[in-house]
């Protein structure tokens, strides 16, 4: 079935780094965008990057632009998301989430996966 | 850019209730404006994409209305499974999406 699995997530101090994952299956990746979209504890929803299907662009929100990058392998159906110079404002459960252009919408997430930045 | 606001923050309905959900864009969106619920634990699902389809599988009951800047959910007849946060979004600015602060319903 159409799914996303988010792996990655930890606790991590602060300035330090992190590498989440999220793998698809049971579609054509390469055909949609895809964003990681987070939400800290007890609040709402922050959409934090976008990529492009064919990764030829990319976008971030300004909280963590220069700090975050965002990639994707299309021929292992996988997105990421490299975080560094991580603060304690980014903790958050991290989802990744699969941009139909037809919809206009994310209509499929994962799970999530927490990251959690302290000291 | 665009910024969402949502009203109420919070409600308290019974079963069976009409649930009207408010979400605001700081400047016209036209109908690029979706809809989400969320519950505890779990990740969003998508309910209503431009501002009023129904995405496949979700209930009639969910409606959505609105365009440029002010929109509407309605939950025509509240169900134990539909209480929950909902959450609406932007997709005007594509690729930079903005989501509303949302709306928490639970039981009166």
Known sequence: QVQLVESG????KPGGSLRLSCAASGFTFSDYYMSWIRQAPGKGLEWV????SSS???NYADSVKGRFTISRD??????????????????AVYYCARGEVLLDAFDIWGQG???TVSS | D???TQSPSSLSASVGDRVTITCRASQSISSYLNWYQQKPGKA????IYAASSLQSGVPSRFSGSGSGTDFTLTISSLQPEDFATYYCQ????TPVFTFGPGTKVDIK
């Open chain 1, 9 to 12: 997530g930890g606790l991590v």
């Open chain 1, 49 to 52: 990057s976008y990529i492009s």
């Open chain 1, 56 to 58: 030829s662009y990319t």
């Open chain 1, 74 to 91: 299309n021929a292992k159906n996988s997105l990421y998301l490299q975080m560094n110079s991580l603060r304690a404002e980014d903790t």
């Open chain 1, 113 to 115: 996966t927490m990251v």
């Open chain 2, 2 to 4: 665009i910024q969402m």
């Open chain 2, 44 to 47: 969003p699902k998508l309910l």
């Open chain 2, 90 to 93: 932007q997709s005007y600015s």
